[in-house]
């Protein structure tokens, strides 16, 4: 029972598998979970082909009894009729999808041990999640948006000013930078160079800030990813909003 529950839950997004696989064989039945879907596929196209041929054929000889006509069938419909099942209806489209999805999963994971679950369930868990993440961001950013209040100018002040002697300078925003990482550089127009550190959240009387620790390069360190910006004049009070 475990080998059969094991070809079934294979099927399932391979992220899935970890709390199965503690029970279950779940990588060693893969490639005999890919055989069984591309058997599957193939016990529900044949038969299901041969009917259709059967019932378009039959529809066919109506009409032509119908026209009073001596043909017995269409030229060339032999070639067409499995195109046109496997790609007209919904059991063609099916069971071809199950016997090539099924083919590569086994072979994948025979011959190359990269196993899978099913495409479209796997397909299905990766939209899901990206729809979940992105209506999080979507409330996050709105939360801290209402926290932030409204966009105002970036300032700047030195670390003392916010209580951080630690840092020479601080950029205040009042939105995050997206494309600001730790140890990039601000390169002003006049050639100078700040490097970022590691962002943190300040609350201001403003509202909340995304605070940028910077420092001035002052040696011959080599910028790998220079940021173009023009640093606003330093603001003098201890307040920092």
Do not use: C
Not at 28 to 40: C, E, F, I, Q
Not at 102 to 107: D, E, N, Q, T, V
């Amino acid at each position: 029972m475990q080998a059969v529950a094991a070809v079934i839950l294979a099927n399932l997004p391979v992220r899935w598998w970890g709390p199965f696989d503690e029970r279950y064989p779940l990588y060693r039945m893969a490639p005999l979970s890919g055989l069984v879907t591309m058997l599957l596929g193939l016990a529900l196209g044949i038969p299901g082909y041969l009917r259709f041929v059967q019932n378009v054929s039959s529809d066919v000889n109506t009409v032509l009894i119908g026209a009073q006509s001596d043909l017995v069938q269409i030229p060339g419909w032999g070639l067409l009729s499995l195109p046109a099942f496997l790609f007209t209806t919904p059991l063609g489209v099916a069971s071809m999808y199950l016997t090539a999805s099924g083919f590569l999963r086994g072979a994948g994971a025979y011959l190359a041990d990269d196993v899978r679950g099913d495409y479209l369930l796997t397909l299905g868990d990766v939209v899901v999640r990206r729809v979940v993440a992105h209506e999080r961001r979507v409330r996050h950013g709105a939360a801290r948006e209402a926290l932030e209040g409204p966009a105002v100018p970036d300032r700047l002040v030195s670390g003392k000013a916010i209580g951080r002697p630690e840092f020479e300078l601080v950029l205040l925003a009042a939105r995050r930078k997206h494309d600001w990482e730790p140890n990039a550089y601000l390169v002003t127009g006049d050639g100078r160079a700040f490097k970022l550190g590691t962002p943190f959240d300040f609350a201001s009387p403003g509202g909340l800030r995304t605070a940028y620790p910077l420092g001035e390069l002052r040696t011959g360190e080599a910028i790998r990813h220079a940021i173009p910006y023009e640093l606003p004049p330093l603001w003098r009070t201890k307040t920092g909003g």
